[in-house]
C-alpha cells in the first residue's frame, strides 16, 4: 500500500499532476475509501482485477464490471475483506469505510441491479 503514497507524491511533485480526482484515484487505489469519485473507483477496481490477477473470484468481478461499476466494486471489497479475515490478517480502514460507503448510500442502486446476468454470475 505504500506504493500508492508514493505514487502520488511522485505524480505531484515530480509529474506536477494538480488535480486531486487524479491525485486521490492513485492515493487509493488499493484500498478504495469512502465516497470515492467515479474515477477513484474504475482505478480502484481496474487495479485490483488487471490481467494478472489469479485469485479466487477474480474473474466473476470481471465480468462484473462490464455490467456495473458500482455492484463490481462492493463485491470486490467484500472478496477482499473476506480474504483477509479468512487469513487473520488486518482489514484497511480505508477498505472497510469504502464497502460500507457504497452499503449505505448505493444500497438502492445495489439492490435494484436487475441485470440478467449478475445473479448468474454471483451464484456460479
Known amino acids: 500500500m505504500l506504493h500508492a503514497k508514493i505514487g502520488r507524491y511522485i505524480a505531484q511533485y515530480e509529474y506536477n499532476i494538480e488535480d486531486e480526482d487524479i491525485l486521490n484515484a492513485i492515493s487509493y487505489h488499493t484500498t478504495g475509501r469512502a465516497d470515492m469519485s467515479k474515477l477513484e473507483m474504475i482505478i480502484c477496481l481496474a487495479d485490483y482485477i488487471e490481467e494478472n490477477r ?6 466473476k468481478i470481471r465480468q462484473l464490471s462490464y455490467i456495473d461499476l458500482y455492484y463490481a466494486l462492493y463485491y470486490a471489497l467484500n472478496n477482499t475483506m473476506i480474504h483477509l479475515a479468512s487469513e487473520n490478517d488486518l482489514i484497511h480502514q480505508d477498505t472497510l469505510n469504502a464497502r460500507n460507503f457504497l452499503l449505505k448510500n448505493c444500497k438502492k442502486h445495489l439492490e435494484e441491479v436487475k441485470h440478467p446476468h449478475i445473479k448468474k454470475i454471483i451464484q456460479d
Do not use: M, N, P, R
Open 54 to 59: 489469479k485469485f479466487e473470484g477474480v474473474e
